[in-house]
């Protein structure tokens, strides 16, 4: 099987400092397994390592469709897959990095997804209210209802249409996908840190953003004719901060919705990969100070020697 290398992790851990430093010490170039830094011109939401940051080291599936594009998991595996060909015939090793854990799983087990039917069944669901999306999905499916925010309606929507088109939960589906065998020699790794310390990044991380030029940044999207239904503008930061450019709210309170509800992702990403098979979790350190933990160099030196226990480097 190809060698494939996944660094994972919850947002804001660190894991694109880390992956440059990987790609450095073995000849890697970097596949984006981030559902928003596809888009151009959604850079400071997105938290999107710029071109003057990557090192020189190449960058795949980053800044590769306009804001009212759509982008799903079959078109990131088609891509991932295309980029990692390209990688090989290049000499070099494939990475992928992001935190999309749905995605990583497609990839590197190969699963196929079925267009549904157009007869008309998305456009209602597409219609309805988010109160009764969720409804729908807890009596339907109480597993997804547990794992599924209300404010997510794209999942909410896809997990709805499975189940009338198949007869089916999605979580019956999800729970087969998770047994399934991978299809490259892989090395998962996931960067993980201390909850408390995770949620200051996260804080940290949007005060950031804000100061950066966030609004400034969602506001030029919808002057450019964006709209807030796409999916782009789904992404954590962007819906958040329309009501804020609306008047709705004060800035600090679509910040604080923001910190939120990034928080209850990073929850919800750490539960999946807790959920995948031979996952290689690595802890950093929170600080200098802290007992638990490695530093970035003791995780890249583990890192090392697992992909030369595993045959991926010599």
């Not at 890697?28 to 020189?56: C, F, H, N, W």
């Not at 991932?80 to 494939?94: K, V």
């Not at 999905?137 to 997510?152: E, F, M, R, V, Y």
Request: negative net charge.
């Amino acid at each position: 099987m190809e060698p494939l290398i996944i660094l994972s992790g919850p947002t804001a851990v660190g894991k694109t400092e880390l992956s440059l430093s990987l790609a450095e010490a073995i000849g890697g170039e970097i596949i984006s397994a981030d559902s928003m830094q596809v888009y151009r011109r959604m850079d400071v939401g997105t938290a999107k390592i710029l071109p003057d940051e990557r090192r020189g080291i190449p960058h795949h599936l980053i800044d590769i469709l306009e804001p009212d594009e759509p982008w799903d998991v079959t078109q990131f595996t088609e891509r991932a897959e295309e980029a990692i060909r390209q990688i090989r015939a290049n000499g070099h090793l494939p990475i992928v990095v992001g935190g999309t854990g749905f995605y990583i799983q497609a990839l590197v087990k190969g699963l196929q997804f079925d267009e549904e039917p157009r007869d008309g069944y998305r456009e209602i669901l597409e219609a309805t209210d988010s109160e009764k999306l969720f409804e729908m999905l807890q009596n339907i499916d109480p597993a997804s209802a547990k794992t599924i925010p209300i404010g997510n309606r794209k999942r909410m929507i896809r997990a709805i249409e499975y189940e009338h088109y198949h007869g089916e939960p999605i979580s019956a589906l999800n729970k087969r996908q998770r047994e399934q065998p991978y299809e490259y020699n892989s090395a998962y790794f996931v960067l993980t840190m201390e909850r408390a310390k995770l949620y200051e990044r996260i804080e940290m991380r949007v005060d950031q953003m804000i100061r950066e030029g966030l609004p400034e940044e969602v506001h030029r999207l919808l002057e450019d004719g964006v709209s807030e239904t796409c999916v782009s503008m789904q992404g954590l930061g962007y819906r958040q901060m329309v009501p804020y450019l609306r008047g709705e709210c004060s800035l600090s309170e679509a910040a604080d919705r923001i910190k939120l509800e990034t928080r209850h992702f990073a929850k919800r990403q750490m539960t999946w990969f807790r959920r995948e098979k031979d996952v290689i979790f690595l802890e950093k350190k929170a600080s200098a100070e802290a007992e638990t933990g490695m530093t970035e160099e003791e995780i890249l030196q583990q890192m090392l020697a697992v992909l030369r226990e595993k045959g991926i480097l010599s």
